[in-house]
């Protein structure tokens, strides 16, 4: 639900009544995680994706279904062997879909309409839904935000409540989507709850050094991937909202001088395109040192010996080293700015996800590797 958020969130000020279908869990090769959505208004309207095409016909009928009689439904989508066009996922995966309306006058609005006005403004927030559990729980939920506090509820619960926001708050700090298992006593309700947890946090950053013409490449598909990006360069004469209008922040220092106190995490990737010692060396040795996803380097393979040679002098270890990706991208036989950008990008995708960067014909691995936005705990009596 979140990753439609902005739409939504317009929705809601808009007065629309609305129900959302979200995928709780996936299995085999199924086309969208955990926390895709599609949502459709009283009118007809339909945002977002769940399965890439394959059974969005089907739950767009469940959402107008929901929103008629309001009741929160799970279903699930496979394959059918008997005829590939019937209501399936013909990848041959497994989707779980819940489907939840949100009317106007739903005692839950004002919980959504907080969480997605928060994933709306970039701002860190959490939203936790019973997926499959009792009646009177389903399609209940809480909101948690970057500090921690929490609203709503699951009717009269508070232990209920207070686990399960503990939770989202651990899942929002991770920035993880998924599914709790948690296992309810009879006090509470008498019987094991799923509770699906999407998180939104603000974009990772993407810091570009070397205001260069495949800089402007690099910025333009970092924005395309959704990170936050800014473009570092100690030159102001190219370092210029006009050379680079897509970036969100142009900054005019020597690099390693603003690495020293930017903001970064582990979901940041610094791309060294300056390929020019006097910033490469103190930048590396600063940014090596740095609990970032990713660092990469421009540079031919000569660059490449006499950078290292030089970051060893100034103390870089070898450990540090190991984690350069210099030469920066994959090989795709990269001429053109836009080329060379797209092989830098698909080296950041493949480091995140745990990809190979191999070519997918012939190959016997899996097509997705990602399992950071699946979350499957179990938690113990929370009475």
Not at 36 to 41: N, P, S, T, Y
Not at 204 to 221: E, H, N
Request: hydrophobic share 45%; with cysteine.
């Amino acid at each position: 639900m979140l990753d439609i958020a902005e739409e939504l969130n317009r929705w809601v000020e808009q007065g629309r009544d609305f129900a959302v279908a979200t995928v709780v869990a996936v299995g085999g090769s199924a086309p969208r995680q955990p926390g895709a959505a599609l949502a459709v208004d009283g009118e007809g309207t339909a945002i977002g994706s769940v399965s890439g095409g394959c059974v969005e016909g089907a739950v767009y009928e469940l959402c107008r279904q929901a929103l008629e009689d309001g009741e929160t439904v799970q279903e699930r989508f496979g394959y059918s062997d008997d005829d590939a066009f019937a209501v399936g996922l013909t990848c041959g995966g497994i989707i779980d879909i819940l489907v939840t309306p949100v009317p106007v006058d739903s005692p839950q609005r004002e919980v959504f309409a907080q969480a997605l006005a928060a994933a709306a403004r970039a701002e860190a927030a959490a939203v936790a839904r019973i997926a499959e559990g009792p009646a009177e729980l389903m399609g209940r939920a809480v909101v948690v935000s970057g500090d921690g506090s929490f609203e709503g509820g699951f009717g009269g619960h508070p232990e209920l409540d207070r686990t399960i926001a503990e939770e989202a708050r651990a899942m929002l700090d991770a920035g993880r989507t998924g599914v709790l298992e948690m296992g309810a006593d009879g006090r509470l309700c008498g019987e094991p709850l799923k509770v699906l947890v999407e998180s939104s946090v603000p974009p990772p950053r993407m810091i570009v050094f070397g205001a260069i013409d495949f800089a402007s490449a690099l910025v333009r598909i970092g924005k395309f991937l959704g990170y936050h990006v800014t473009l570092c360069d100690a030159r102001p004469v190219f370092a210029t909202k006009n050379r680079f209008p897509e970036a969100d922040e142009i900054v005019v220092d020597w690099p390693h001088r603003y690495l020293e106190t930017a903001q970064v995490d582990g979901r940041t990737v610094l791309c060294v395109l300056t390929h020019d010692a006097k910033f490469d060396v103190p930048l590396l040795e600063l940014a090596l040192r740095l609990p970032v996803a990713y660092v990469g380097a421009m540079g031919s393979r000569r660059t490449h010996e006499d950078r290292n040679k030089r970051l060893r002098e100034v103390g870089v270890t070898e450990l540090e080293l190991a984690r350069l990706r210099s030469p920066i991208g994959l090989d795709l036989g990269a001429r053109s700015p836009e080329e060379t950008a797209l092989s830098i990008a698909a080296e950041i995708v493949a480091n995140r996800r745990g990809g190979t960067g191999a070519a997918l014909t012939g190959a016997h691995i899996p097509i997705h590797h990602d399992s950071s936005h699946t979350v499957i705990g179990r938690i113990g009596s929370v009475a």
